[in-house]
């Protein structure tokens, strides 16, 4: 196990752990749960590591947040839903990209970025909150979305795992704003600034086999015009 | 290390090996380089597990594609560029979110995504191609800027280390299109369909420091009208 962090360097909230101290350009890292939860909330997709015979692997996954744990669901039969259920060590990072920063030097390039690194170990979700969790899924996605379709039934239910991970050694770092030069560089005259990345919803495709004239319902719209 | 695959499937390129095959929804998988280069070329950030001390450690990094090799860049202080350089096993991925996938019923709810996942061991890339590396991760940003700016200066260029990994052992996993669900479900009145997952770069942002009059380049303003 990691070592607890006797000194934080700065008035922010300290570090979990040694491991989950961010370690290059430390002013970039959080460890405030409202900070690590804003950036959990606003991605869908995670990548998971873990180890397999010795070797790593890293999966993409989606995911969900539930107060202070990170979930994630998965068939019963993949390898990793399988390794993660038995309690080995995992790492998990969600990272949104925001821009690339442009610099007077090819040195100070950078991006801008909210990311997470979480250690911990899952645990498979018992079967009295499986259901909730994976309402709370569908309702991430889209608000509003549970009441309107079919719910798992006994079969698919069975064959879903539900795992998740306790954020009590997650650490976010965060980079914003402008290129940083160095003094002597201020004069080039090469354009220096961010090229912002935006993410969102673009108008909903039907389904090809979409009955003719079911309304698009207002949740969709609403996650469209964000 | 892992065993050959002895009997592909389908006629699809086979996987390299068995850890690379996607076992889970194998249609999804793809092995060919085409299709493993093209996911690669259209991110910029790929998450990259190793193990530190029998832990398992993801971390997000930008990268960028040269021939059959993916390249990343670091401190040679950072504890990742460490680890990798010594030849530990790892593992990248990049995975792209095109949209959500609505289904009539929870169970077939999805996400239409490209990921990339690529095992092996990264190399140090030697000092005689390390600046061409550099050069080619900034025109991979944005073509033309290299010419614009300082390159990296003595004390730069040994603090950055670039390493590379074969793309020998990659996959591909690729989900496209609509909702795909049971006979029985569709006549339920839910809307189905896709919620597209839009990426794309904004106008830019000059530095607040830039010289007033400094044109934007036209490398820049053709990355904002993709």
Redesign the interface.
């Known amino acids: 196990m990691s070592k607890p962090i006797a000194k934080p360097v700065s008035a922010k909230s300290p570090a979990p752990s040694t491991?989950s101290r961010v370690?290059?350009v430390p002013d970039r890292g959080h460890y405030d749960r409202d900070t690590v939860h804003a950036v959990l909330d606003a991605g869908?997709?995670c990548?998971?590591?873990?180890?397999?015979d010795?070797?790593?692997?890293?999966?993409?996954t989606?995911y969900w947040r539930e107060g202070d744990h990170l979930y994630i669901h998965?068939?019963t039969?993949?390898?990793m839903a399988m390794a993660l259920a038995q309690g080995e060590?995992?790492?998990?990072?969600v990272?949104l990209?925001d821009?690339?920063v442009?610099?007077?030097?090819?040195?100070h390039?950078s991006?801008n970025?909210r990311?997470v690194?979480a250690?911990g170990r899952f645990e498979p979700v018992p079967d009295d909150h499986k259901m909730a969790a994976?309402e709370a899924f569908?309702e991430k996605?889209?608000p509003g979305?549970?009441a309107?379709?079919?719910?798992?039934?006994k079969q698919?239910f069975k064959a879903?795992m539900v795992l998740r991970l306790a954020l009590s050694e997650a650490s976010a770092k965060i980079r914003r704003g402008?290129?940083k030069?160095d003094a002597e560089?201020?004069a080039?005259?090469?354009?220096?600034?961010?090229?912002?990345?935006?993410?969102?919803?673009?108008?909903?495709?039907?389904?090809?086999?979409?009955?003719p004239g079911?309304?698009?319902?207002s949740y969709?719209k609403a996650?469209?015009r964000r």
Chains 1, 2 share one sequence.
Not at 89 to 93: I, L, Q
Not at 102 to 107: D, G
Not at 188 to 195: F, Q, R, S, T
Request: overall charge positive; aromatic content about 8%; some cysteine.
């Open positions: 491991r370690k290059r869908h997709v990548h998971v590591a873990f180890s397999q010795g070797q790593p692997v890293v999966i993409p989606a998965g068939s039969k993949s390898r060590p995992a790492c998990v990072a990272t990209l821009g690339l442009l610099a007077r030097s090819a040195f390039h991006m970025y990311s690194v250690f994976l569908t996605l889209a979305r549970w309107e379709i079919r719910g798992p039934n698919e879903t402008p290129p030069d560089d201020m080039i005259p090469a354009w220096a600034g961010v090229l912002p990345f935006n993410t969102g919803f673009a108008a909903p495709e039907p389904d090809p086999l979409l009955a079911t309304p698009l319902p969709l996650l469209t």
